[in-house]
């Protein structure tokens, strides 16, 4: 048989590309219809809660959507096109930066990173195959947020104007090919920065980043502080809108579908020479025939270039990691000298770990900065606000803020903490302490750890508030109890409840009992923030003289001090109940 | 057959394969030894398409495997040490997903995954998901797989590890018949008695570079240690320096062995 000959029978043996196509198809057809035969049997609660929150969110959105379109109809009268049509600009424009880089990060870990493809990439699966397959995933990962986001947006922007039933038909299609556009982009931009630059991909990465961070600062400066006008008037509006204008360029896929939605949105007139359908089927083909052009080129780089740039990745030769102890593992430990030896050495071992792994507190920092930079702004609040009252109240939900977010990090990485160490229970098991000493090295490290910065936040919120050194008591001492109490839970429940099979934190989070975490730390913050809130609220008004015919200003003095005491007893309760059920599980738990 | 011609890899600066040159036969089980990153795994990476050489050719029964990825990969099947089972699917499911991918058609497809359910015992397991399955289980089940399509060459990457008694006897019989019917196998191992036990030749690399390749006989010849075992025989060979390894009669012949003995 000669080269040729065996070469062709062999293709012959090889799977068409729609055979191909259609295997793949079945594997993703069937790992979600397993995926969610398992939640609907066993995590019913998690699917529910997931469905309702998005519907919740959905039709919050729509609403608020639905309110301020008929607010411009009904304020801006003849401007409302124009107002809407800067708006939406300016809108996909943002978002197409995002999805660009949200699906070159996504892409990257599915496509270089991921064990499956290593797999695929020994079957005689073809390149471009591999990477249709990992595309379509970053298409949905990267933009569920923004149909979650714009499709209510869009519906009650239909609704208000009363668009004809093509515009609703059309809205699907123009969404998909357009959010195809960035993704393609993103893709392609990782597939030739791997390629090419992937001995300074680190370099490139910080260099994105840095570019995101300055588009942010750009875009903050032209916003709020370059303007001349006072903020949130019609002229710093109209100025904002002027210097925003770039989005408005007729080349970018973001002008196309917001053109076209409008163009759809519109009713028909009479004249043959102008028709809104057929224009907004122009823009439809324009972003379509663009999706496609750049999924073929995307296709044809991951076709050329995928397995050189893979294998140029994977034999790259990292730096090895060097790690120190560093001055911050001792200073808690430090400062906790009449704790047990047992219990600093676990904290210290707890913060190393935690400190090593830029990801888990990465995240954390991101949200406390975002927070820090919104307590940091209020002070145009306490000048635009002369009420005490409300000032009272958004100190009160400052503190809501900063409880959520403490619920959502002890959820993400205390909760998991427990599990996590049942693959090397070994270590611990063998070592000379007690199980319990185990519970309160991770109910103090979490407790600790989230306490301080907390604080802090909430001090620097009242000081920019102006709030009386009553209420800053407490709501340092709320702080307290949040912190202790979701700590505790977190630590409890994750020791009731641990998924000691599984190695991914994000995995143990998100399973039922990382659900339930996250619903129980809600609620006890609810609590809390509500029991110390609404007596000192009332507190504020009466003190004003407001409400006096019907509360005496002395009563709701008593109320306020009944609340706090009725807080911090639920507090101690719960930190108490948690960390004892804790205990009693964890020193009943067997390793394998 | 596989030929690795002029071979070389680094990672970084580190050169993981250096100039290696290598063919293994149709029908030959090939044992390839060496201590932890010699350059074992890169060079069965190299062999399956995972990466590709700095310098060198692979040739997959006569296809280059960087030219003609399709076609070479379509003779090949890859045992991992740590293969990728997707969680969310049965091993039936897997079993029915390499049959596509493969392109077998709708009869020999189930025909065959039977013949190797039953061949790997996965019949009180097969309908389960994969994400319950043990070591032992996912191993066999791989194996399965990898021997659904017939391949003309079966590499395989520490194939016994966590494996019990029995799984490894199954293993073994398996690598031996199927090197018997025609199959070339190539596989690296750290239990230097599976390949002495089982090897047609073996292959020694160590620091990338290939020290030995020939019959365990040669390597007693050469080494002139007749009464000596294998793994003292590993542990002078490669923990001697570079410049002391031995010339054997294999290296004079650019290690290629085209007949089956």
Partial sequence: ?592 | MIEFEHISRSYGDRVAVDDLNLTIAPGELFAFLGPNGAGKTTTIKIAVGLLQPNLGSVRICGFDIAKHPRIAKRRISYVPDEPHLYDKLTGREFLQFISDMYGMDAKAGPKEQAVQIERFELSDFVDELTETYSHGMKQRLVFAAALLHRPEILIVDEPMVGLDPKSIRLVKDLLREKADSGTTVFMSTHTLAVAEEIGDRIGIIDRGKIKFVGTIEELKKSQAQQQSTLERMFLELTESGEDSAPATSSERERHTRPEKH
Avoid at chain 1, 158 to 184: D, E, N, R, S
Avoid at chain 1, 520 to 530: E, K, P, Q, R, T
């Fill in chain 1, 1 to 592: 048989m000669t080269f040729h000959r065996m070469q062709n029978s062999d293709a012959t043996r090889l799977p068409s590309p729609s055979q191909e196509a259609r295997t793949y198809r079945r594997l993703r057809a069937t790992i979600l219809k397993t995926i969610f035969c398992e939640l609907c049997a066993s995590a019913r609660l998690r699917l529910a809660l997931a469905l309702l929150m998005s519907l919740g969110i959905w039709v919050s959105l729509f609403f608020i959507m639905h309110e301020g379109f008929s607010f411009l109809e009904r304020e801006a009268g003849a401007f409302t096109q124009e107002t809407v049509e800067k708006v939406f600009n300016i809108f996909y424009a943002s978002l197409m930066i995002m999805l660009f880089f949200s699906s070159t990060i996504i892409f990257y870990g599915g496509m270089y990173r991921s064990q499956e493809v290593a797999f695929l990439i020994t079957t005689p699966t073809s390149p471009s195959r591999i990477f249709n397959y990992k595309f379509l995933e970053a298409v949905v990962l990267s933009s569920w947020g923004f149909v979650l986001i714009g499709s209510p947006m869009m519906i009650a922007y239909g609704v208000v104007v009363g668009a004809p039933w093509y515009y609703y038909l059309l809205l699907p299609p123009m969404i998909i090919a357009f959010v195809y556009i960035p993704t393609c982009l993103g893709a392609i931009a990782c597939l030739l920065v791997v390629h090419w630059l992937s001995r300074f991909r680190r370099p490139v990465v910080a260099l994105m980043g840095f570019s995101i961070f300055a588009c942010g600062l750009w875009l903050l400066w032209t916003i709020f502080l370059r303007q001349q006008n006072e903020l949130l008037t019609p002229e710093w509006f109209e100025e904002t809108m002027i210097r925003l204008s770039a989005t408005e360029n007729r080349l970018l896929p973001s002008w196309w579908l917001c053109s076209g939605l409008l163009e759809a949105a519109r009713h028909g007139g009479t004249s043959l020479d102008y028709q809104p359908w057929a224009q907004a089927l122009l823009f439809l083909s324009l972003l379509v025939s663009n999706a496609l052009a750049l999924q073929m080129v995307a296709t044809w780089i991951a076709d050329t270039f995928f397995l050189t740039s893979y294998s140029r990745l994977q034999t790259e030769h990292g730096n090895p990691r060097i790690a120190k102890v560093q001055w911050i593992d001792h200073l808690l430990p430090g400062m906790l000298p009449f704790v047990p030896a047992p219990i600093r050495i676990l904290l210290a071992k707890d913060i190393r770990t935690v400190r090593r792994d830029p990801l888990q507190w990465a995240q954390f920092l991101i949200f406390f900065g975002l927070v820090g930079l919104y307590f940091l702004n209020i002070q145009s609040i306490q000048n635009a606000t002369p009420f005490v009252g409300w000032l009272n109240l958004v100190s009160f939900l400052n503190l809501l803020v900063v409880g959520l977010i403490l619920s959502t990090f002890t959820t993400r990485f205390v909760f998991p903490m427990i599990s996590l160490e049942g693959q090397r229970f070994w270590i611990l098991g063998l070592l000379p302490i007690e199980r319990d000493t185990i519970l309160w090295g991770k109910f103090l490290f979490s407790a600790i750890v989230t306490g301080i910065p907390s604080s802090l936040l909430i001090l620097l919120s009242d000081a920019l508030l102006q709030i009386p050194p009553v209420i800053i008591f407490i709501h340092e001492l709320a702080c307290l109890l949040l912190c202790t109490g979701l700590a505790a839970i977190a630590v409890g429940l994750g020791a009731c409840m641990p998924d000691l099979r599984a190695t991914s934190p994000s995995k143990i989070a998100a399973g039922f009992g990382g659900t339930l975490n996250l619903i129980l730390s809600a609620l006890y913050i609810i609590v809390i923030v509500g029991l110390t809130a609404a007596p000192s609220h009332l507190h504020a008004i009466t003190q004003l003289g407001q409400l006096s015919d019907a509360l005496d200003p002395n009563s709701t003095r008593i109320w306020m001090t009944i609340g706090v005491g009725a807080a911090v007893v639920i507090g101690v309760g719960t930190t108490t109940i948690s960390l004892r059920r804790g205990f009693r599980a964890f020193s009943k738990m067997e390793f394998s």
